[in-house]
Nanobody
Framework: QVQLVESGGDLVQPGGSLRLSCAAS????????MGWYRQAPGKARELVAS???????NYADSVKGRFAISRDIAKNTVYLQMNSLKPEDTAVYYC?????????WGQGTQVTVSS
């Protein structure tokens, strides 16, 4: 079993920045992939960014050039740096991990972009 704990969500003005963190209870070096998803009210959950182990990082078109996924192996933590935030980025952001074909989700962290 793997626990994922997200943090960093907040209320921010348009154009602002936030950094989300996802702390894993297991070494992320052994993961097949880590990623961030988001779900806005009334909408389906969607991929924001994914980081396959040894693979190519993938971003949703809507966040390319503004968001960046990264990881700190020593801290077993994955980050999502979000810049130039827009109101349409408002959503609950979830961390997802794939460990040998078993998927785990965090509880989510709320990001609200509003003036």
């Amino acid at each position: 079993q793997v626990q994922l704990v997200e943090s960093g969500g907040d209320l921010v003005q348009p154009g602002g920045s936030l950094r989300l963190s996802c702390a894993a209870s297991r070494s992320i070096v052994s993961s097949n992939a880590m990623g961030w998803y988001r779900q806005a009210p009334g909408k389906a959950r969607e991929l924001v960014a994914s980081m396959p182990s040894g693979g190519i990082i993938n971003y949703a078109d809507s966040v390319k050039g503004r968001f960046a996924i990264s990881r700190d192996i020593a801290k077993n933590t994955v980050y999502l740096q979000m810049n130039s935030l827009k109101p349409e980025d408002t959503a609950v952001y979830y961390c997802k991990a794939n460990f040998r074909g078993t998927y785990y989700w965090g509880q989510g962290t709320q990001v609200t972009v509003s003036s």
